[in-house]
Structures are given as structure tokens and as C-alpha cells.
């Protein structure tokens, strides 16, 4: 201990332990990220159009097939980084906290969940016709606030119900893009 720190101050930084470096990891999330951008920029090949664009006009395909090959690029580059460099520290990474693994599974399940709700589009009831996307996006804004440890009802109900607006606005109504 140096004159200059206090027993305090030591005691803290003994007791903090960041994630350990890990080669390993660092090349599984490259391929992870490699296969997901790559089956990304295949489907942005299956794009169906309605009618092709004129000579020198930009289609519907343009802007995914622009963002799946910059992600196939970068995914290669942090390949080449991972397989050639030694793994990067990680001490500014908290190791992984009790529950962490069940937060990732139940976060999947719920994301799963909406996919699921939303693909029902429209549902009637009692004779009305009710939008899936607002209901369901509100809920899974809600659901993964609370899951994340948001406990102030009022803000979460404000917060859900804006985004989910502001996201139905954009799209649904200003874009036209069907939810």
C-alpha cells in the first residue's frame, strides 16, 4: 500500500474482480455475428418487388443489402481480429451476476412471445377490430422493464404506452409500413 492510498480504497479495488480475458469467446461471438449477418444479407436477396426500378434508382433492396454486406464486412474483421490478437481485458466487464443466465432466457421467451402475439395482426373482439402491434409492444416494453428490476408503476405504463406510440406513429402512420 502506497502513503498515498487509504486502507479503504484498498480494500475496494482487492475486492474487484473484472471478467477474465477470453480468446474463446471473442472468436464465437465473431462467428456468431459472422453466420447471423450472413443469413441477414441472404435474405435481403429474397426481397420480393413489386416492379423494378429504373436504371439508376434505389429499390427496396438497396438499403438491407447495403447494412447486410457492412455487416458481413465487419463481422470478417472482428474474425481476423479475434483468430490474429491476443484477447482484449475485460477488467472493465462486472463478471456475470446470479440470474444473469435466467434474465437472457426469459428475455428470449418474452421477445418470443411478442413475435408470436404479433403475427396475428388484427384479432376481433366483441365485434371490433383491434391492431395486435400497440397491446403487444406496450406489454413487451412492460414486461422487460420489469424483468430488469423497474418497479415504479406510473413510469412504466407512461414509458410503454409513448414508445409503443411513437413507434406507431412513425411507422404505422407516417411511413405506412404495415405492423
Same mark, same amino acid.
Given at each position: 500500500?502506497?502513503?498515498?492510498?487509504?486502507?479503504?480504497?484498498?480494500?475496494?479495488?482487492?475486492?474487484?474482480? +473484472?471478467?477474465?480475458?477470453?480468446?474463446?469467446?471473442?472468436?464465437?461471438?465473431?462467428?456468431?455475428?459472422?453466420?447471423?449477418?450472413?443469413?441477414?444479407?441472404?435474405?435481403?436477396?429474397?426481397?420480393?418487388?413489386?416492379?423494378?426500378?429504373?436504371?439508376?434508382?434505389?429499390?427496396?433492396?438497396?438499403?438491407?443489402?447495403?447494412?447486410?454486406?457492412?455487416?458481413?464486412?465487419?463481422?470478417?474483421?472482428?474474425?481476423?481480429?479475434a483468430l490474429t490478437r491476443p484477447a482484449p481485458t475485460?477488467?472493465?466487464?462486472?463478471?456475470?451476476?446470479?440470474?444473469?443466465?435466467v434474465r437472457v432466457i426469459a428475455t428470449l421467451a418474452?421477445? +418470443?412471445?411478442?413475435?408470436?402475439?404479433?403475427?396475428?395482426?388484427?384479432?376481433?373482439?366483441?365485434?371490433?377490430?383491434?391492431?395486435?402491434?400497440?397491446?403487444?409492444?406496450?406489454?413487451?416494453?412492460?414486461?422487460?422493464?420489469?424483468?430488469?428490476?423497474?418497479?415504479?408503476?406510473?413510469?412504466?405504463?407512461?414509458?410503454?404506452?409513448?414508445?409503443?406510440?411513437?413507434?406507431?406513429?412513425?411507422?404505422?402512420?407516417?411511413?405506412?409500413?404495415?405492423?
Amino acid at each position: 500500500m502506497s502513503p498515498s492510498e487509504t486502507p479503504v480504497e484498498t480494500a475496494d479495488q482487492d475486492e474487484y474482480q +473484472g471478467a477474465p480475458a477470453s480468446r474463446s469467446l471473442e472468436i464465437a461471438f465473431a462467428v456468431v455475428a459472422l453466420a447471423f449477418t450472413a443469413g441477414y444479407l441472404f435474405l435481403t436477396t429474397q426481397i420480393s418487388l413489386r416492379r423494378d426500378a429504373a436504371p439508376g434508382q434505389i429499390d427496396a433492396r438497396f438499403w438491407p443489402l447495403v447494412i447486410g454486406v457492412t455487416g458481413v464486412v465487419v463481422a470478417i474483421a472482428l474474425l481476423a481480429i479475434a483468430l490474429t490478437r491476443p484477447a482484449p481485458t475485460r477488467e472493465d466487464l462486472e463478471r456475470i451476476q446470479p440470474g444473469g443466465y435466467v434474465r437472457v432466457i426469459a428475455t428470449l421467451a418474452i421477445t +418470443g412471445a411478442f413475435i408470436a402475439v404479433w403475427s396475428l395482426s388484427t384479432v376481433i373482439l366483441f365485434g371490433y377490430r383491434i391492431e395486435v402491434f400497440p397491446v403487444a409492444a406496450a406489454l413487451l416494453m412492460a414486461a422487460l422493464m420489469l424483468l430488469y428490476g423497474h418497479r415504479r408503476w406510473l413510469s412504466l405504463i407512461i414509458y410503454s404506452a409513448s414508445v409503443t406510440a411513437f413507434v406507431y406513429v412513425v411507422f404505422g402512420m407516417l411511413l405506412r409500413i404495415p405492423l
